[in-house]
């Protein structure tokens, strides 16, 4: 595999077991020191269409900030090339402060899980805010509901590694549950969503920009790899970066089967719970970009160039 580790890359937010590499997130599995690749890794194999729009417009919003040093470059050929290799390089700065800001929002969000004390944070705590008033809303006791937070879990048949931020015990009123009328959908119908009481996979999910209301077709096979992976590693912090020679497997229980899975939209003065019917049809989309991600996470094609033209050895002419 042409996969080399950025051991560099590594900060204090990158979640337990997992390993920057060149080819995006891995983990690391501390009983075997196999390098798992990670299910948004998997998953970004399928969504790489939509990122160039979205690398598009945050471009665009740049240009419209800096419009009078955008003028002054056009004037003059080599200021304009320094100015577009700026620009070039400005939606990969935005999005990586946006992943930096949710990675805050999910390590808070953890301490509070865990009832553990955090460093105050003043852009996140909006975000906290909307999080525990949806603990609030949904009667979530903490101490007594919530089962797992932010724990690494292993599929090692297939494999892959992920991390799963929050398994909760839900309890519902009934069955179904019916739309926030505000979000309800005019082009279907709105049925009320399957809402089963029960031990919950949530995932958690941060924006500045997007509505309480966004879902996206990777969330669906995200839970669901999340939700079909088989162990779940409760390591202290020495099995943290890769093979661990005090890993055992005291360290390690089986995933449970969920009732439900769902994305729980954080963001500044509202939030959205959103039941995804992240099923085995899910699954199997998602192990089917598997073979995909490895087969192109392996590809070298560095050292395939155009070859010459066969020489002529032959005098003879060709038929007329
Ligand atoms: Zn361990």
């Known amino acids: 595999m042409n996969i080399t580790t950025r051991e560099h890359e590594r900060d204090e937010y990158d979640p337990q077991h997992a390993v920057p590499t060149n080819r995006g997130r891995y983990y690391c599995d501390p009983a075997t020191s196999e390098m798992l690749i ?56 935005q999005w990586d402060k946006k992943a930096d800001l949710g990675s805050r929002v999910h390590d808070i969000a953890e301490a509070i899980n865990l009832g553990a004390p955090y460093f105050p944070d003043e852009e ?24 797992a937070a932010e724990c690494t879990v292993i599929n090692r048949t297939i494999p892959y590694a992920g991390t ?4 909760a015990n839900l309890r519902f009123g009934g069955p179904t549950s019916p739309i926030i009328p505000k979000f309800k959908p ?32 990777d969330y669906v096979m995200q839970l669901a790899a999340l939700r079909y992976s088989e162990v779940a590693l409760v390591c202290p912090p020495e099995c943290r970066y890769g093979a661990a020679e005090g890993h055992d497997s005291s360290h390690e229980f089986e995933v449970p089967e969920f009732a439900g899975t769902a994305i729980l ?14 099923d085995r049809t899910a699954f199997d989309a998602f192990c089917g970009l598997l073979p995909l991600a490895h087969y192109i996470h392996g590809l070298e094609l560095r050292g395939y160039k155009p070859v010459q033209p066969p020489k002529k050895t032959t005098t003879r002419k060709d038929a007329a």
Not at 65 to 82: G, T, V, W, Y
Not at 136 to 145: A, N, P
């Open 38 to 93: 990670s299910v948004t890794n998997t998953i970004d194999q399928h969504m790489i269409e939509a990122l160039a729009p979205a690398a598009a417009r945050d471009t665009a919003i740049w240009l419209m900030d800096n419009l009078p040093d955008a003028n002054r470059a056009a004037a003059d050929p080599d200021d304009m090339q320094e100015f577009i290799k700026l620009a070039k390089g400005q939606y990969r700065l």
């Open 124 to 147: 996140a705590e909006p975000f906290v805010d909307s999080y525990r008033k949806f603990l609030k809303d949904f009667g979530v006791d903490i101490s007594r509901d919530i089962k």
């Open 164 to 167: 799963s931020d929050i398994w």
């Open 186 to 217: 005019r082009a279907v119908p709105a049925d009320p969503i399957p809402t089963p009481s029960g031990l919950w996979l949530i995932d958690m999910k941060t924006s500045l920009t997007k509505p309480a209301s966004a879902v996206y077709d």
């Open 265 to 278: 939209n954080l963001r500044t003065n509202d939030y959205g719970f959103i039941p995804l019917p992240a």
